[in-house]
């Protein structure tokens, strides 16, 4: 538990120290993953269909229903970036 801790505590300092040198800089983070709409975080959840040469978004709603093919869509849009 301790060491998992430690891990969690040097994760978040680096995290802390990136974010004051963007602000130094005058950078903006933007999140790879969310967007922040309407004051909630929602998924960007962008896949490409390359038979066809086209991307669409699902919206938090629109994520497939069946399991495994929501586990194949959400690892698509985590690892095609």
């Not at 963007?22 to 998924?43: C, K, M, N, S, Y």
């Amino acid at each position: 538990m301790e060491a998992a801790t430690d891990a969690k505590t040097a994760v978040e300092d680096f995290q802390r120290e990136l974010r004051r040198k963007r602000e130094e800089a005058g950078e903006t983070h933007v999140p790879r993953f969310f967007i922040l709409r309407d004051g909630r975080w929602i998924p960007k959840l962008t896949c490409v269909d390359h038979r066809h040469s086209v991307s669409f978004t699902y919206s938090t709603s629109s994520v497939p229903q069946e399991p495994e093919e929501a586990i194949a869509k959400v690892q698509e849009w985590i690892w095609s970036r």
